[in-house]
């Protein structure tokens, strides 16, 4: 494994590790407008949610690796204290890749990208129309991280406005991973499509999970099971009781001829095929029953 002291390569290498090491990142489209009104547009994928109440969040227009200036949304935020935070979706991503084009300051990205403006209702920035959701923000404070090339100021704004295109949420009335189809930023020229990535863990939020320390020892250091395959067992309140065991044996004649002949890596094969198909209850009560 490399080791590597920041002190002792290039910022630009570094900014490269860096963020190919951080990713997936959202993706903060800013638009802001500047002391006389002209409107600029730029993705930053510095970004995220830190707080829900208030509801905060940060973005980080950093100062350019290569010669050390400032980009025409951090001065404009630091003019006006006001931005739209626009989220990307992947029917968008090409007209964003365009808007960040380094313009001369006072031409309108939204014009150079084929965006539509869409009033703000509590902010001066325009909204993006084409953006499945946008976030009209006040800029509470601009914190600068450093003074030279790669210096990060983070941008620290809270919610006053959310628009949300009803299209994109579930019968639930939430917002659907799939249909927000949203993108992030990776490494290089990469992004992501989140929505061709996705997969559910359960959050173990009303559950204790019995913890990875408390698994049989014949599990704990199996050559079949990986980390996930035992975090997944770990995460259960009690492990099956011998009523839920002999009943799940009774109830498959293949479980029963299967425990009478099969070795350890066999069973573990065909536990971690449960898990594998979102059975861990009765990925469980194989493993107990072989016990």
Request: hydrophobic residues 40%; charged residues 20%.
């Amino acid at each position: 494994m490399m080791t590597i002291d920041p002190n002792e390569i290039s910022t630009g290498k570094l900014h490269g590790y860096l963020l190919g090491a951080v990713s997936p990142r959202p993706i903060a489209f800013a638009s802001t407008v500047d002391d006389v009104g002209n409107v600029n547009l730029s993705p930053f994928s510095f970004f995220n949610v830190f707080s829900a109440n208030p509801p905060i969040l940060i973005f980080s227009p950093a100062r350019r690796v290569r010669d050390n200036t400032t980009k025409h949304t951090l001065e404009n935020v630091i003019a006006t204290k006001e931005v739209v935070i626009n989220i990307v979706s992947y029917a968008m991503v090409q007209q964003m890749s365009l808007s960040s084009t380094e313009y001369d300051k006072g031409i309108n990205e939204f014009v150079k990208a084929g965006f539509t403006e869409a009033a703000s209702i509590k902010v001066k920035p325009p909204r993006v129309a084409e953006a499945p959701v946008q976030l009209e923000c006040k800029v509470n404070e601009v914190i600068a991280l450093g003074n030279e090339g790669g210096a990060g100021n983070l941008v620290i704004c809270e919610v006053v406005q959310l628009h949300i295109d009803e299209d994109i949420l579930d019968a639930e009335g939430k917002i659907d991973p799939a249909k927000i189809d949203a993108v992030a930023r990776m490494g290089g020229n990469w992004y992501s499509r989140a929505k061709e990535g996705m997969f559910e863990v359960p959050k173990p939020l009303s559950t204790l999970g019995i913890g990875i320390d408390a698994l049989p020892e014949t599990i704990k250091n199996s050559t079949v099971f990986t980390g996930n395959d035992l975090g997944m067992l770990a995460n259960v309140e009690r492990m099956p009781s011998e009523k839920e065991v002999a009943d799940f044996i009774a109830a498959s004649e293949t479980d029963a001829a299967f425990l009478k002949n099969t070795s350890e890596k066999q069973l573990h094969l065909k536990a971690q095929e449960l898990l594998c198909n979102g059975n861990l209850s009765e990925a469980w009560k194989l493993l107990t029953a072989a016990k």
